[in-house]
Nanobody
Framework: QVQLVESGGGLVQAGGSLRLSCVAS????????TGWYRQAPGKQRELVAQ???????NYADFVKGRFTISGDNAKNTVNLQMNSLKPEDTAIYYC??????????WGQGTQVTVSS
């Protein structure tokens, strides 16, 4: 089993920054990639960014140039640096991890609120 705990959410003004962290525990050696998703009220959960154990990254178009995902394998931690935040970034942000071939794990989420 894998456990994921997110932190770093909060309230910030438009144009500000936040740094989210996800710490994994348990059978972490089996994780091949991790990612950040977000879900706003009344909307579907959507992919924000993902990173592999080899540090390959992928971003949603709406965050390219503003958000940066990074990881520290030794500390079992993945971070999401969010800059130039917009009100439409307001959502619950979830950390997710994938174990081959089909298993996915989810954290409980952290609230990000961006005021206009």
């Amino acid at each position: 089993q894998v456990q994921l705990v997110e932190s770093g959410g909060g309230l910030v003004q438009a144009g500000g920054s936040l740094r989210l962290s996800c710490v994994a525990s348990g059978s972490t050696s089996s994780i091949m990639s991790t990612g950040w998703y977000r879900q706003a009220p009344g909307k579907q959960r959507e992919l924000v960014a993902q990173i592999t154990r080899g540090s390959d990254t992928n971003y949603a178009d709406f965050v390219k140039g503003r958000f940066t995902i990074s990881g520290d394998n030794a500390k079992n931690t993945v971070n999401l640096q969010m800059n130039s935040l917009k009100p439409e970034d307001t959502a619950i942000y979830y950390c997710s991890a994938w174990r081959p071939p089909y298993t996915r794990y989810w954290g409980q989420g952290t609230q990000v609120t961006v005021s206009s």
